[in-house]
Every structure is written in structure tokens, then in C-alpha cells.
């Protein structure tokens, strides 16, 4: 038998090497991928977001007019990032004088549908039946509201629904003061009942508490923060919506 040149052999031997070291190295990257990936997948620790499950949720902590809402300054100001005196955080929301601020809720909702807000006065002036805090329709018509009466040196609040009054608070306001807001609209009861403290737990009745009741289906498209009179300005925080009752000190 004819001998293989010892250089064909030593050829061969390369050429089988490589092709063995390639697959082994393929073998290696397979086993790495499949570990990295069938592995435990580390899980990020949750971070608190107060804002889950609000439809309106607003610190005005963000530089400007914050996405989702629309100022009106019709004869006034609107400032969303107001430090004379801080409601909440490092920034509040100042309302001035016939202006308004509103916030779309898209898509509307309809059943129950709520509204707070930290509220202060730093002065005011008299003036009678001025929104404060109101859910309007999709026409933006006020349906369910807080307005305030200022005489002197107290101010009471009373719900309106629709363009029913209820009796207004015997509990009163005043300035310099830092008030929790409620206004819920019930569909199911035909209400609207407005409620402030002073410590964030939301009263159901007594003094603070005023509601009106008409009888009435509405849908709610926008939270509305109104100052329609010369007389009246405000500080706002901590701003809160919802399809659902929002109870005492909300998130
Ligand atoms: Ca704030
Ligand atoms: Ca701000
Ligand atoms: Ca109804």
C-alpha cells in the first residue's frame, strides 16, 4: 500500500481540530445562553406610586402647566410651580383671580365620580355662589360642584348639583388656613356632597359636610379648579380624581 505523505496527515490533523475546538466553543456559548436565560430573573423592588389607580393626580411638582391640563387664564394667573408657601412638597399650584384651571378626564366617567384638593386661602375679599371645585360634562357645564361664600372673615362652602344648591356648611373657613377639599358626584343617589377638614379626615356629615340632591345622570369629562371673581384667589395641592369615592388623607 502506497504510504500518506506526513504532510497530508498533519493537514488533516489541523483541519479536524478546528473543526472540534468550533464545536466546542458552540457547545460552551450554548450552555452560557441557556443559563443566563432559564435563570432567575432578579425582581425589581416596587417603587410607590401614589398616583396609582387615580384618574386625576396632580402635585405640581413638574415644571409648568403639567400634561393633561388646560389653563384659562381669562383675567389672572395660573402658576404650577408656586413656592410663596408650599401646600405639599416643593411646589404648589396658584390659582389667581378669574382664572381657571382644568384637567380633561378622557374618557369621561359616569357612576361615581370624585374630586379633592389641598386648598388655602392666602386673602379674599366678599363675594357669593363662587365655583371652587367642580366636575363638569363634556360642555364643560358645572355639574357637581363646591362654591364658596366669603363674608368677612369666614367663608362656608355649599355643593351645587346641577343647578340645585344644598344648605351650606355651618363649619367655616378662613385664611391662612390649609383645608382637605372633597366634591363626590353619586349617580346612584343623585348627590353631591361637598365635606372639608382641617386634619385630612374626610367627614360623611356634621358642620363641614353640605349636600345637594337632584336627580340626574351625568358623565364627567373635567376636574375644574375655577376662581371666577376679582375676590378670590388660592393655593392648591395634592390634587386627586377618581371614579370612585376618595376617603380620608388619599395617596
Ligand atoms: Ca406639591
Ligand atoms: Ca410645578
Ligand atoms: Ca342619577
Same mark, same amino acid.
Given at each position: 500500500?502506497?504510504?500518506?505523505?506526513?504532510? =497530508?496527515?498533519?493537514?488533516?490533523?489541523?483541519?479536524?481540530?478546528?473543526?472540534?475546538? @468550533? #464545536?466546542?466553543?458552540?457547545?460552551?456559548?450554548?450552555?452560557?445562553?441557556?443559563?443566563?436565560? @432559564?435563570?432567575?430573573?432578579?425582581?425589581?423592588?416596587?417603587?410607590?406610586?401614589?398616583?396609582?389607580?387615580?384618574?386625576v393626580?396632580e402635585?405640581?411638582?413638574?415644571?409648568g402647566t403639567p400634561t393633561g391640563w388646560t389653563d384659562s387664564a381669562a383675567?389672572?394667573?395660573v402658576?404650577w410651580? $408656586?413656592?410663596? /408657601?408650599? *401646600?405639599?412638597?416643593? &411646589?404648589? #399650584? $396658584?390659582v389667581?383671580?378669574?382664572t381657571a384651571d382644568v384637567f380633561t378626564i378622557s374618557? !369621561?366617567? %359616569?357612576? *361615581?365620580? !370624585?374630586?379633592?384638593?389641598?386648598?388655602?386661602?392666602?386673602?379674599?375679599?366678599?363675594?357669593?355662589? &363662587?365655583?371652587?371645585?367642580?366636575?363638569t +360634562? %363634556?360642555?364643560a357645564? !358645572?355639574?357637581?360642584?363646591?362654591?364658596?361664600?366669603?363674608?368677612?372673615?369666614?367663608?362656608?362652602?355649599?355643593?351645587? *348639583?346641577?343647578?340645585?344648591?344644598?344648605?351650606?356648611?355651618?363649619?367655616?373657613?378662613?385664611?391662612?388656613?390649609?383645608?382637605?377639599?372633597?366634591?363626590? $358626584?353619586?349617580?346612584?343617589?343623585?348627590?353631591?356632597?361637598?365635606?372639608?377638614?382641617?386634619? @385630612?379626615?374626610?367627614?360623611?356629615?356634621?358642620?363641614?359636610? %353640605?349636600?345637594?340632591?337632584?336627580? !340626574?345622570?351625568?358623565?364627567?369629562t373635567y376636574l375644574r379648579l375655577p %376662581?371666577?371673581? /376679582?375676590?378670590?384667589? $388660592?393655593?392648591? +395641592?395634592?390634587?386627586?380624581? +377618581?371614579?370612585?369615592? =376618595?376617603?380620608?388623607?388619599?395617596?
Amino acid at each position: 500500500m502506497k504510504r500518506i505523505p506526513w504532510i =497530508i496527515l498533519v493537514v488533516i490533523g489541523v483541519f479536524a481540530y478546528s473543526v472540534s475546538a @468550533g #464545536l466546542l466553543q458552540e457547545r460552551q456559548a450554548a450552555v452560557i445562553k441557556a443559563r443566563s436565560s @432559564g435563570g432567575a430573573t432578579p425582581t425589581p423592588t416596587p417603587t410607590p406610586d401614589p398616583c396609582d389607580g387615580y384618574l386625576v393626580c396632580e402635585d405640581a411638582e413638574g415644571t409648568g402647566t403639567p400634561t393633561g391640563w388646560t389653563d384659562s387664564a381669562a383675567g389672572g394667573t395660573v402658576n404650577w410651580d $408656586y413656592t410663596t /408657601t408650599i *401646600l405639599e412638597g416643593s &411646589q404648589s #399650584l $396658584y390659582v389667581d383671580e378669574d382664572t381657571a384651571d382644568v384637567f380633561t378626564i378622557s374618557p !369621561s366617567v %359616569s357612576g *361615581l365620580v !370624585s374630586g379633592y384638593a389641598l386648598i388655602r386661602f392666602p386673602s379674599w375679599g366678599n363675594i357669593t355662589d &363662587q365655583f371652587l371645585l367642580s366636575l363638569t +360634562d %363634556s360642555g364643560a357645564v !358645572s355639574r357637581c360642584a363646591a362654591r364658596i361664600d366669603i363674608s368677612g372673615t369666614a367663608a362656608v362652602l355649599e355643593a351645587r *348639583l346641577n343647578a340645585t344648591n344644598g344648605t351650606a356648611t355651618v363649619g367655616t373657613l378662613a385664611t391662612g388656613t390649609t383645608y382637605h377639599l372633597w366634591v363626590d $358626584y353619586n349617580d346612584a343617589a343623585d348627590t353631591c356632597t361637598v365635606a372639608f377638614s382641617t386634619d @385630612g379626615t374626610k367627614p360623611s356629615s356634621g358642620d363641614n359636610v %353640605s349636600v345637594a340632591t337632584y336627580v !340626574s345622570t351625568y358623565a364627567l369629562t373635567y376636574l375644574r379648579l375655577p %376662581s371666577q371673581h /376679582t375676590n378670590i384667589s $388660592y393655593i392648591a +395641592d395634592h390634587i386627586r380624581g +377618581d371614579d370612585a369615592a =376618595i376617603g380620608s388623607n388619599p395617596d
